[in-house]
């Protein structure tokens, strides 16, 4: 069982940056493989970046690659989510999420939403232009 909690959301400034935390309960934290995904109004939830449960590995949504950087500590049991150069586009509730990684078998399956077990309750993040 994981429990994730969501954090540093805000509101900024178009070009601007916001840093997103997930903190995880449970010391399996290291065993599973997490990802960020985010719901806009009206939209259904899609994947943004997700990265394995050794840190070796990521994985980007086009729509955030080269803006947006995932980060985790497996000492700390946190994930880290990176936004710069943000565009109102970006608006949404983002989620953390948690997938086994013996379930996680490619790089792609990563970005599966299915293939997470565990969600955070999510954080806004809103981008005015």
């Known amino acids: 069982q994981v429990q994730l909690v969501e954090s540093g959301g805000g509101l900024v400034q178009a070009g601007g940056s916001l840093r997103l935390s997930c903190a995880a309960s449970?010391?399996?934290?290291?065993?599973?493989?997490m990802g960020w995904f985010r719901q806009a109004p009206g939209k259904e939830r899609e994947f943004v970046a997700a990265?394995?449960?050794?840190?070796?590995?990521?994985y980007y949504a086009d729509s955030v690659k080269g803006r947006f950087t995932i980060s985790r500590d497996n000492a700390k049991n946190t994930m880290a989510l990176q936004m710069n150069i943000l565009k109102p586009e970006d608006t949404a509730a983002y989620y953390c999420?948690?997938?086994?990684?013996?379930?996680?078998?490619?790089?792609?399956?990563?970005?599966?939403?299915?293939?997470?077990?565990?969600w955070g309750q999510g954080t806004q993040v809103t981008v005015s232009s």
């Open positions: 999420a948690a997938a086994p990684g013996s379930r996680i078998t490619t790089v792609q399956e990563m970005g599966v939403m299915t293939e997470y077990d565990y």
């Open positions: 449970g010391r399996t934290f290291s065993s599973y493989a």
């Open positions: 990265i394995s449960w050794s840190g070796a590995s990521t």
